[in-house]
């Protein structure tokens, strides 16, 4: 899980790619922020509750300077699910960052706002859930007058328009370009845009839509020697050259076990042995393969 929390936040933690996000988002692709004007920001803040100090951490988040001015504290999220507590969330997540604004070593800086972006990937259904704190809690009506709602910036990615995916330069525009086509056409036609961090698109794509053949192609002893996947139309052909590779190497697997059984005359196990050695297979695939067509069961 931790690894997949990490592989999911590397494509928007590079600069080129956040500030992309956010000037798309936020500034109909005017480019207000460069990628030189952000820098690092811890995305963990610590609390105590219960007497212990507990520790929240959001996806990514960057400090915006212009002229060592601190401008702002812009923040990332990811969400695959509507999250009837994302409005709680970011609350929690702004808090911490305005609090640690009080502290002693922060006394003399400049005070800064704090912007927080939910990027949506869900294709198949809209944000459903509260984007502001009276939805997210109940609020009597006597006491709203003195309760400040709250707003969450939710951005659906897969139903953005195609006027706003052209405010995109970066990667995200493939990732963007992705959801868009599965929510309209329910399949992919990948684009010859040049990819600049082709494993963390491939990551994000994997882990956003639990797809594993965008990762399958990556560690491929050929690709690297070649120089790798340069663009999406790359990997298609790839995942394509696999299936095929795939499905002539299974013909061939099945034909050995009809061999082995109908004219050597094997035992299962034998046949298992067999298999193993010629398709470098492990003991439970191989068999599998002799379950599925002698239609046996293997104690």
């Given at each position: 899980m931790a690894e997949k929390d990490i592989s999911e936040?590397?494509?928007?933690?590079?600069?080129?790619?956040?500030?992309?996000?956010?000037?798309?988002?936020?500034?109909?692709?005017?480019?207000?922020?460069?990628?030189?004007?952000?820098?690092?920001?811890?995305?963990r803040?610590?609390?105590?509750?219960?007497?212990?100090?507990?520790?929240?951490?959001?996806?990514?988040?960057?400090?915006?300077?212009k002229n060592n001015i601190q401008i702002a504290c812009l923040g990332l999220e990811n969400q695959t699910e509507p999250d009837p507590d994302m409005v709680l969330r970011i609350f929690g997540y702004d808090g911490a960052e305005y609090r640690s604004q009080l502290l002693k070593e922060n006394a003399d800086n400049p005070r800064y706002p704090v912007v927080t972006l939910v990027?949506?990937?869900?294709?198949?259904?809209?944000?459903?859930?509260?984007v502001c704190l009276y939805d997210a809690v109940p609020v009597p009506e006597i006491i709203k007058p003195y309760l400040s709602d709250f707003k969450i910036n939710i951005f659906e990615i897969a139903f953005l328009s195609r006027e706003m995916l052209d405010h995109f330069h970066s990667d995200f525009k493939i990732v963007a370009d992705y959801f868009i086509q599965m929510?309209?056409?329910?399949?992919?036609?990948p684009s010859p845009e040049k990819l600049e961090h082709v494993q963390a698109v491939l990551?994000?794509?994997?882990?956003m839509t639990d797809d594993t053949r965008f990762e399958d192609v990556l560690n491929q002893e050929d690709l690297i020697e070649e120089g790798g996947i340069r663009n999406m139309n790359e990997w298609l052909d790839r995942i394509e050259a696999n299936s095929m590779k795939k499905g002539m190497e299974k013909g061939e697997i099945i034909g050995s076990i009809r061999l082995y059984h109908d004219e050597m005359h094997l035992l299962p196990s034998d046949i298992v042995d067999r298999i193993m050695c010629r398709f470098s297979l492990?003991?439970?695939?191989?068999?599998?393969?002799?379950?599925?067509?002698?239609?046996?069961?293997?104690?």
């Amino acid at each position: 899980m931790a690894e997949k929390d990490i592989s999911e936040k590397i494509l928007l933690s590079f600069n080129d790619v956040f500030a992309d996000i956010v000037n798309g988002l936020l500034f109909d692709g005017k480019q207000v922020i460069s990628a030189g004007d952000l820098e690092e920001q811890s995305p963990r803040a610590a609390y105590k509750a219960d007497g212990k100090i507990r520790e929240i951490e959001r996806d990514v988040a960057k400090r915006w300077i212009k002229n060592n001015i601190q401008i702002a504290c812009l923040g990332l999220e990811n969400q695959t699910e509507p999250d009837p507590d994302m409005v709680l969330r970011i609350f929690g997540y702004d808090g911490a960052e305005y609090r640690s604004q009080l502290l002693k070593e922060n006394a003399d800086n400049p005070r800064y706002p704090v912007v927080t972006l939910v990027l949506y990937f869900g294709y198949t259904k809209r944000w459903n859930k509260p984007v502001c704190l009276y939805d997210a809690v109940p609020v009597p009506e006597i006491i709203k007058p003195y309760l400040s709602d709250f707003k969450i910036n939710i951005f659906e990615i897969a139903f953005l328009s195609r006027e706003m995916l052209d405010h995109f330069h970066s990667d995200f525009k493939i990732v963007a370009d992705y959801f868009i086509q599965m929510r309209e056409h329910g399949n992919y036609v990948p684009s010859p845009e040049k990819l600049e961090h082709v494993q963390a698109v491939l990551q994000l794509l994997s882990i956003m839509t639990d797809d594993t053949r965008f990762e399958d192609v990556l560690n491929q002893e050929d690709l690297i020697e070649e120089g790798g996947i340069r663009n999406m139309n790359e990997w298609l052909d790839r995942i394509e050259a696999n299936s095929m590779k795939k499905g002539m190497e299974k013909g061939e697997i099945i034909g050995s076990i009809r061999l082995y059984h109908d004219e050597m005359h094997l035992l299962p196990s034998d046949i298992v042995d067999r298999i193993m050695c010629r398709f470098s297979l492990d003991k439970d695939k191989a068999e599998e393969y002799v379950v599925e067509v002698l239609g046996i069961e293997f104690a």
